[in-house]
């Protein structure tokens, strides 16, 4: 079964700098999606940034410019890193890493994903 584990939050100020890393491990099929969600105090789930197998990306308009995806295949675990700049209060949100088995254009919002890591808390000052 695939597992998902993130790591990397924590505390900046604003216009700072975090890097989050996602570990994926289990898959057994060649096509799949790794993206990364957010989720705000009183608000939904939202997709932040999403990557497929084949290297397509997605970001929210909220993040352009200032967010960046990237993956490392080596062999059987998945690594998806998410470089985060220019960090604003309203970044502030518990970030999680999620998969799914999908082909085709990349998924981006959380009810196409099966497989979810506990979330990394992310927190920016103003």
């Known amino acids: 079964e695939v597992q998902v584990a993130e790591s990397g939050g924590g505390l900046v100020q604003a216009g700072g700098s975090l890097r989050l890393s996602c570990a994926a491990s289990?898959?057994?099929?060649?096509?799949?999606?790794i993206g990364w969600f957010r989720q705000a105090p009183g608000k939904e789930r939202e997709g932040v940034s999403c990557i497929s197998s084949n290297g397509g990306t997605y970001y929210a308009d909220s993040v352009k410019g200032r967010f960046t995806i990237s993956s490392d295949n080596a062999n059987y675990k998945k690594t998806v890193l998410l470089e985060m700049s220019s960090l604003k209060p309203e970044d502030t949100a518990v970030y999680f890493c999620a998969a799914t088995y999908r082909g085709g254009a990349v998924s981006r919002t959380p009810t196409e994903y099966d497989y979810w890591g506990q979330g990394t808390q992310v927190t920016v000052s103003s």
């Open positions: 289990g898959f057994t099929f060649d096509d799949y999606h």
